[in-house]
Nanobody, 123 residues
Framework: QVQLVESGGGLVQAGGSLRLSCAASGRTFSRYGVGWLRQAPGKERGVVAT????????NYADSVKGRFTISRDNAENTVSLQMNSLKPEDTAVYYCAARYGSTRYPAIDYDYWGQGTQVTVSS
């Protein structure tokens, strides 16, 4: 069993930065691939970024490449998403999710989900 808790969301002006964190419980978290996903009102949930359980392999949606960076610290059971140069279209609820073994970017079939954190980017 893995429990995920996101933090770091908030309101920021366009061009600003936020850092989301996902804190995980569970001794085997280091064996899970992790993704950050987002869902805006009226839109489907989609993958923003993923990271392998080793931290070596990452994937990014085209819309965030060069602006967002995903990282993980298996010793601390945390995964972070550094978001720079934020745009109003980045406004959404952001979710952390974990899948045993590898993620299957851009699939959203994860085993565990956090409760989500709101990110609002004003123009």
């Amino acid at each position: 069993q893995v429990q995920l808790v996101e933090s770091g969301g908030g309101l920021v002006q366009a061009g600003g930065s936020l850092r989301l964190s996902c804190a995980a419980s569970g001794r085997t978290f280091s064996r899970y691939g992790v993704g950050w996903l987002r869902q805006a009102p009226g839109k489907e949930r989609g993958v923003v970024a993923t990271i392998s359980w080793t931290g070596i392999t990452t994937n990014y949606a085209d819309s965030v490449k060069g602006r967002f960076t995903i990282s993980r610290d298996n010793a601390e059971n945390t995964v972070s998403l550094q978001m720079n140069s934020l745009k109003p279209e980045d406004t959404a609820v952001y979710y952390c999710a974990a899948r045993y073994g590898s993620t299957r970017y851009p699939a959203i079939d994860y085993d565990y989900w956090g409760q989500g954190t709101q990110v609002t980017v004003s123009s």
